[in-house]
């Protein structure tokens, strides 16, 4: 089984079955047999007193109507895709997250941290920064949010666990991080909740895969689940560098991969 649930459509197309056909097709392509879409929610205006800033109000322009209205034709239509949503976690926001979660018929979740309060960490208008700030604070203060992403529960997995190294500042202090490791997979395993090993990281200018080897070995001895994810903007990106994902996977021990429908998970062996 290959999974692809980490996938965005809004930014180089429209919600049409039409675009939606062109992800399906390179998806069979790949040998991907789960594909699901997880556009941003801050695109829809529902999530408008969750995560709020300039940025993010530049860009919010779907209505969630046209994104529900694209499964139901594609479900009507025989197409084999999943509905998913990637969430910003807002911290003290919880109540309106789990009400937006709650009020659609997502098979799956997706929470991830792109802001510590009004930075984009992954933006690349932001990227400077980094040469700003301590990078040991920086790192602290986005595993605290991994730690309470997970404990709040309202996930089923976390997206790009370490994207805060997207643009390679990584403090050199291994113990540091593994500290940071730890106490983000301790909470993640409380709650059951999964991880993606996502292969977005190699386009990116860190040039490797999120997460980090050592990060998912402790997620491994730790009973954390995983889905294989590409981060998709556009359908070229569909099961990019998959053969790489399953070797990193296999480095540490794992052997299955979660699948969600309903927001029900069961596992299935890695193709």
Known sequence: MRTDYHVHMAETGDLSVD????YIDKAKQEGIQELGISE????????KDILSNPWV???????????????????EAGLPIKMGIEMDYTPGREAEMKAFID????DY???SVHWINDWGIDLAIYREEYENRDLHEVYRQYFDRIVTLAESGLFDFVGHIDVIKVFGYKPDDREFLREQYERAADAL????????????GLRKPVGEMYPDPEL????KEKGIGIVLCSDAHKPDHIGYAYDEAIELARSVGYDEVHVFTQREAHVEKID
């Open 19 to 22: 675009y939606l056909r062109t």
């Open 103 to 106: 009020a659609h018929p997502f």
């Open 189 to 200: 395993a409380k709650t059951g909740t999964c991880i993606e090993i996502s292969t977005a």
């Open 109 to 111: 979740v997706i929470g």
């Open 57 to 75: 109000e530049n860009r919010r322009t779907l209505d969630f109507k046209t994104y529900q209205n694209m499964f139901d034709e594609a479900n």
């Open 40 to 47: 941003h929610a801050y695109f829809f205006q529902e999530t």
């Open 216 to 219: 998912l070995r402790i997620c």
